[in-house]
């Protein structure tokens, strides 16, 4: 069984001189397995593995030239554990092989694949998306040009109750080895919400710079929910501020409602919160994209206002 | 020989959950031995009575008894630093996942360290000397029980020096150091601590130090500076992934962030 999550989520600004922006795509497929490693250090390893379906062509040369970087990053919260790993090439595509000892997470672990400028790439109008057709875009470093939403695996208690949640299989070929792989009956990989998001998309297919929109939507609603935890620490400020910035506040409280995060009760640094595991601005802006707000993205070219 | 330590199993958290709620004095003590009493006896009114308190595997061996922290506990933070390094160093084959584990952390709290360290420790919280018996749970499950990083006692050494030892790795301070100026100044650590999601990368948390010592900011250990500062990095890293940054643009990104240095007084010695 596969733990797949495939979709497409354009980058924010590179244009295609041919304009089809709905046949491209960047599509990582992530498969997870608990597998038993060798070695001196030995013992259970989770193996993510991650492999990228990449379809631009201005993607591809920043990457060739060193210029970007196709990889995934891992997070799990409860062990404070956070690494990148760079894709390496294997034939004509690329892919990510993590291997990550049982006794470095615990519970939910997030695998966020992505593409992210290294150096500061500057695009000509002719390269960008035609809404930047303005002047020349600049990108510092570290800037997001395709990504995925976080793929969440549930992984209970390590290695102890592990057997819960997973079947376990004597691999035949190494004699003395074994391999685990996830339980479609007992395992719960969780995706991020692909369905309304491509349902979303396909609403927007009309106009074309609602699709590139859709990445910077993502960004002005990270900005926003921190701009919104700040309120919240602020304490008093937030009731008001719900009708005087003209109800966006309340609309971004309601829908996190409606997906189960809440702020931390903490007054001097809240934070949001998704079961017992403190997220971060942007995993949530993900979310609600991934079931987007009730107000779609505005039909004029004042999009950048938002 | 120390004393093998094997981690609860749901049913033993579970009864020790409860008793914390209406015996909380049980963990209190420096003896364990009328905890254990009260496990056992609460697990007869079970379905099962021979369920298991504890698992049949052994956790980890000491290395050296943690039974010499309770005898050399404080008040306060102030021994942090040293009780940290020997916490880890004793159970060096302890993960990062057992240490998240409350059913692991409870065992060393109420079976290793028992109550003695604990209610040492933390006698400075107003908690601590609350005659409100809600007070007094809530007490008992914050520093006994629960698996956060800041206030399980058990979590909070363990942690204190492995956070210390991963930044070591990238940082331009050796391991002692980092361990004693996170433990000494703990209105920085406490907010650094809420960021779990910036701070889980060794290399950004060790930036982060590194450019808080030079600036002085760390050694101020005032809570809205830091803040302040560690808003404006999440605000930075919610559109920017500061994982595939070099040293030198992370540095200047944290450098960024920034408040104004205080007085040059504040750099930290070489």
Redesign the interface.
Known sequence: MKYASNRNFLHPVLGQQEFLWPAKSFAPTVKVYLKQSFGKNGGPILRIETRFRLDVAAIDRLIADERAVCGVWIYCAATSYRQFFKAENNGNRRQVIADIPIGDIRGKVEAHPQVVTTTEVMLGTEEAHRVFDQEPLVLPPGTPLAVQPPTSIPLLDGDRTIKDIFSWMEDPDSGTAWDVRPDPDKATIELAADRPTMEFLKEQRETDSKWAMQTLYLAALTEALNVYLQQVGDDEQTEEDTSSSGGWVGTIKGRLAELGIRVSSDDQDPMFMAGPYGRSSTWVAQRLLGDPLQAPPPDDGEEENQ | MTETLR?LTDVGYQLLSEIAADKPSLLREDDSAHLKEEMNKRRQHLPDPETPLF?AGRLAQPQHSLQALAENATKGPGSDHEHAAYLWHALPTV????M??PRVLASINCFQLQGQYVETRWSLSKLARSEDPKAIARYVSSHWLG?DKESNTAARLW?LYE?SRRAADYSEHPIDFLLRELAGHVNFYH?ML????L????R?RATVIDVSLSNGLLRRSN?VET?HM??AL??K??????????DD?LRQRVEGVMPPKADASHHPPP
Do not use: C, K, P, Q
């Not at chain 2, 993960?95 to 057992?98: I, S």
């Open positions: 981690a698992t993960t990062a996942a057992d998240s584990d698996h942690w956070f907010r809420a960021h779990s999601y701070m889980a990368s060794d950004i809570t803040n560690l808003r999440n605000r890293a919610g559109a920017i992934s500061l994982d595939v940054l070099s643009e």
